[in-house]
């Protein structure tokens, strides 16, 4: 399963459009957005994909209720999720997880640090997808995951 993994993209939408456009392109199959999404407009920006998304609440994000009237399935906390046949954790910081929710996961992914990451190798694989934003570091990134290959790149968006 081929997916696009997007966090902190706070409210960018130039750069959450330059995400979708990129997800289309490699044809995703599945988002994973790990959180801050602050409002609801950046929400519908990549519901526009057309393909399933898979949210968590970060510690930025206002308007819950709007937000889950548009995405009835997000949590706060962590979500756990079987994709691609892999054993997933979607967490907004990796610090908030329990070390029996890491023992779990095939695939941690995260965000709030705005540091793009690729774990090396050695299980659980964690992806921190950077910010999708570009606010605080100017480096707009997302993270691109083939389940079958169990291999995860970050991806450098261009914003147009």
Same mark, same amino acid.
């Given at each position: *399963?081929?997916?696009? !993994?997007?966090?902190?993209?706070? @409210?960018?939408?130039?750069?959450?459009?330059?995400?979708?456009?990129?997800?289309?392109?490699?044809?995703?199959?599945?988002? !994973?957005?790990?959180?801050?999404?602050?409002?609801?407009?950046?929400?519908?920006?990549?519901?526009?994909?057309?393909?399933? +998304? /898979?949210?968590?609440?970060? %510690?930025?994000?206002?308007?819950?209720? *709007?937000? $889950?009237?548009?995405?009835?399935?997000?949590? $706060?906390?962590?979500?756990?999720?079987?994709?691609?046949?892999?054993?997933?954790?979607?967490?907004?910081?990796? @610090? #908030?997880?329990?070390?029996?929710?890491?023992?779990?996961?095939?695939? !941690?992914?995260?965000?709030?640090?705005?540091?793009?990451?690729?774990? @090396?190798?050695?299980?659980?694989?964690?992806? %921190?997808?950077?910010?999708?934003?570009? #606010?605080?570091?100017?480096?707009?990134?997302?993270? #691109?995951?083939?389940?079958?290959? *169990?291999?995860?790149? /970050? +991806?450098?968006?261009?914003?147009?």
């Amino acid at each position: *399963m081929n997916i696009g !993994i997007v966090s902190d993209s706070h @409210d960018n939408l130039p750069a959450i459009r330059s995400a979708v456009k990129l997800f289309r392109e490699k044809q995703a199959e599945l988002v !994973i957005h790990a959180g801050d999404f602050v409002a609801p407009f950046a929400v519908k920006e990549l519901l526009a994909l057309g393909v399933p +998304l /898979i949210a968590v609440f970060g %510690n930025c994000d206002g308007e819950h209720k *709007m937000i $889950a009237g548009l995405l009835p399935d997000i949590v $706060a906390g962590a979500r756990k999720e079987t994709l691609g046949g892999r054993a997933f954790v979607v967490i907004h910081s990796l @610090d #908030w997880l329990e070390p029996a929710g890491r023992a779990e996961a095939e695939v !941690i992914v995260c965000g709030h640090t705005h540091k793009p990451s690729v774990s @090396d190798g050695t299980a659980p694989l964690i992806v %921190n997808p950077g910010e999708c934003s570009g #606010w605080l570091t100017g480096r707009p990134t997302v993270a #691109w995951l083939d389940t079958d290959a *169990m291999k995860a790149e /970050i +991806l450098d968006l261009r914003i147009s």
